[in-house]
């Protein structure tokens, strides 16, 4: 199995790169339109900011290819931010998978600190695809200071705040807020569920 791992202007993609090959997967980390068009599946991961990272994706040619892919992709964190139509951050236009626009977190009480990073639980909504076989509760690692809202899309839901989506399923398209790679077993069942889709 061909998995390839998109490169970008995104931090922290090698953690997703050893969680894969723990699962038994030599992920290629890879810009090239031809790579990815031809993978079996594509992790779109990384941390970093939205502006940025889409101007590397534009650079690149990404910004048309991500959305015209065939195969299962796995956007995970600012992964997840670019698959929506538009992000606070940086004021910046993205991919428009998910149609729904990412929106900065405003604390609404003096202990709500900015970004939400740690453990939260999982409240699934769509226990298919990636959730497969999970019940909810399910507790997973964060950091982020910017949000998608809850919407059609939204596969898993967690409070912070207020609620938000934690994870996103359209068509082919997956996505976490939250950070598999990080998140212990939890985490290894979804990369395992995302690689048997």
Partial sequence: MKIAVVKYNAGNVFSVIHALRRLGVEPLLTDSVEELQSADK???PGQGEASGAMRYLQEHGLDRIIPSL?????GICIGQQLMCRHSEEGNVDCLN???VDVKRFIPARHED???HMGWNSLQIEKP???FRNFKGGEFVYFV???YVPVS???AAATDYIHPFSAAMHKDNFYATQFHPEKSGEVGQRILRNFLEL
């Fill in 152 to 154: 059609e899309h939204t």
């Fill in 97 to 99: 998978i998910f149609d």
């Fill in 144 to 146: 982020h200071s910017f």
């Fill in 113 to 115: 600190k900015i970004p």
């Fill in 42 to 44: 594509v992790v779109f």
């Fill in 128 to 130: 298919e695809g990636i």
């Fill in 70 to 74: 065939q195969q299962p992709v796995l």
